[in-house]
């Protein structure tokens, strides 16, 4: 039970610290950095919608006025099957040079991008969606990266901001995985991209799959091209903090389904004689991560136990219980961003819980391919 309690405790305290940690020590020793230098590809922009009429004019006004050369710059909206004004205000656009892809019936996110990609001019090939803004200079700063070949796809940095336009809870952790990412690429590659803004070169993205998560298989299929992943803390996309909190829920279950569904179909990548230290990273990022819910079952449950053997495990069992205390009252109570005490043991919370609903219907079998943009 001793052994049970403890090593759980040490894995989650590895899965978000321990991980990193050795990453940033590595990356005293070793440093792989990005030669970028003024590039300019052709780039297309595909930004993926649905039922969007309320926000597709300012994002598109938004794409528009980004600092790259028109001639070099193609823009597709990829409509999955909206019912709405979306296409219409789309065409409305059609003078300013941006493309309707329409597609008729909803058949998910994976697939839009599969299908927008065969209607692609560019070498370069940026994703983002109608809730991401962009800095005017964010699309030349990932272009620039492009110049280094070994670079195969390029991820933003996330910025969210709540209502108050202060960072809450889950900008908190968004920060966190910002600073991991870029510990990854200054070592080696991402294994994850920021799914409302990354891109990646078109021989990347020719295999794309609808029931495969886009921006995790992009990284796997540029390393298999012997590429990698980086992130540019310079091309920033800007989002609001979520308002309808069930069904940003429900985007993160999708989400780790369909992480899961990549991961356990490139097991190979953790074969360390192929892949050195990406097997490691694929493993303790990916893997390790989507594991926490289960360390956190095994060391509440043991510690329960134990809790009646010594004065000492009583103690950890009050603090566990006080940290689960804490989250349930910040969820019932729909703590504001500027309360972190409450905010970010929630957000920690929900976020497992959402992993534990994700494995469970990964291992019943489905495979969510439909996606559904958040309320922010």
């Known amino acids: 039970m001793k052994i049970l ?11 978000y610290f321990g991980y990193s940690v050795s990453l940033w020590l590595l990356g005293i020793f070793r440093k792989k950095t990005v030669k970028k230098a003024p590039f300019f590809p052709d780039v297309t922009i595909i930004i993926t919608a649905y039922n969007e009429e309320k926000r597709i004019k300012e994002k598109l006004d938004n794409t528009l006025a980004l600092e790259y050369p028109t001639e070099k710059l193609q823009i597709l909206v990829a409509s999955d099957g909206s019912t709405d004004r979306t296409n219409d205000i789309v065409k409305d656009y059609g003078e300013a040079g941006v493309e309707l892809v329409a597609i008729e019936e909803r058949h998910g996110k994976e ?7 065969k209607r692609t001019r560019g070498d370069v090939l940026v994703f983002t969606d109608v809730a991401t803004q962009l800095d005017s200079g964010g699309l030349k700063e990932m272009a620039f990266n492009f110049a280094d070949p070994s670079v195969g796809c390029v991820s933003s940095e996330d910025r969210i901001i709540g209502k108050d336009g202060k960072p809450g809870g889950e900008g908190f952790y968004v920060r966190y995985e910002m600073w991991l990412r870029r510990l990854e ?5 991402l294994v994850g991209l920021s799914g409302s803004f990354f891109a990646a070169r078109k021989e990347v993205c020719l295999d794309f799959s609808p029931e495969m998560q886009s921006d995790f298989r992009t990284v796997l299929n540029s390393m ?3 590429l990698r992943g980086v992130s540019d803390p310079r091309a920033i996309g800007y989002y609001q903090d979520v308002s309808d909190e069930k069904r940003e829920f429900d985007r993160k279950v999708r989400t780790v389904v369909r992480g899961l569904t990549v991961f356990f179909k490139h097991l190979g990548f953790l074969n360390l004689f192929r892949y050195g230290f990406f097997s490691y990273q694929y493993f303790f990022h990916k893997l390790l991560r989507w594991l926490v819910p289960v360390f956190l079952f095994v060391a509440f449950v043991t510690n329960l136990i134990l809790a009646t053997t010594s ?5 950890t069992l009050l603090c566990q219980s006080a940290f689960y205390a804490v989250a349930v009252c910040g969820w019932q109570t729909k703590a504001p961003s500027s ?3 409450l905010k970010i043991p929630t957000y920690f919370l929900t976020v497992n819980a959402s992993i534990s609903v994700a494995w469970l219907r990964y291992l019943r079998g489905q495979r969510v391919v439909m996606w559904m943009p958040s309320e922010r």
Do not use: P, Q, W
């Open 111 to 117: 697939n839009v991008h599969k299908e927008a990609v």
């Open 311 to 315: 004065s000492v495990y009583y103690v």
């Open 339 to 341: 309360n972190t005490l």
């Open 5 to 15: 309690f403890i090593g759980s405790i040490v894995l989650v305290f590895f899965a």
């Open 224 to 226: 298999k091209m012997g």
């Open 185 to 189: 690429s200054e070592v080696n590659s």
